[in-house]
């Protein structure tokens, strides 16, 4: 009798964990990253896979922020230093001092049409708007696919990456240097 109780308890907790698991999965966001010392977020529905960092072949004549090539699952991607990309103190260090066994390749949805992944110092999970206080002003120097800027209830800038704009911004789109 007593491990039929049991049996219950534990279906009972699970349902409530399925549940509150699917409740988080639709009010989460974004996917929270760092890079070069800064937070970004990363719209969820403009956000891809997720690869641990991989060989990346280097590409000669491109801009400091394009890294190269990397095979991953099959397919050719070019690597972009997020970092580098966006500016700022965390993109004057070489991505080579800053791999670890954190370091990540976040690609781009499929839907954007473009065979890229950023990488990542670290990912800093799912973050939704209750985590954020107050909306922060852009830094002026930001590029335009930086489309907000929030403060967390701890007081953190955070930067949101419109990769969508990102994926048709004529800087990004001409890699040659």
């Excluded at 641990?52 to 230093?81: C, F, M, N």
């Excluded at 990542?120 to 909306?135: C, H, Q």
């Amino acid at each position: 009798m007593a491990n039929r109780q049991s049996l219950k308890d534990l279906q009972e907790r699970l349902a409530q964990r399925l549940s509150a698991a699917k409740t988080e999965a639709v009010t989460a966001s974004w996917l929270a990253v760092e890079a070069g010392g800064q937070r970004f977020l990363l719209p969820l529905v403009q956000s891809g896979e997720i690869f641990p960092w991989s060989a990346v072949q280097e590409v000669p004549y491109t801009k400091p922020w394009y890294l190269g090539v990397a095979s991953l699952r099959g397919g050719l991607h070019g690597v972009i230093d997020l970092a580098r990309l966006v500016g700022g103190s965390g993109g004057e260090t070489p991505h080579t001092e800053r791999i670890t066994s954190e370091s990540r390749l976040v690609s781009f949805h499929h839907a954007l049409g473009i065979n890229a992944v950023m990488l990542i110092d670290r990912l800093l999970g799912l973050k939704n708007p209750a985590n954020f206080s107050t909306l922060a002003q852009v830094p002026e120097d930001a590029p335009t696919y930086v489309s907000r800027c929030l403060l967390d209830m701890q007081g953190q800038t955070w930067l949101e990456i419109d990769l969508q704009g990102l994926s048709t911004e004529p800087e990004f789109l001409a890699i040659a240097a």
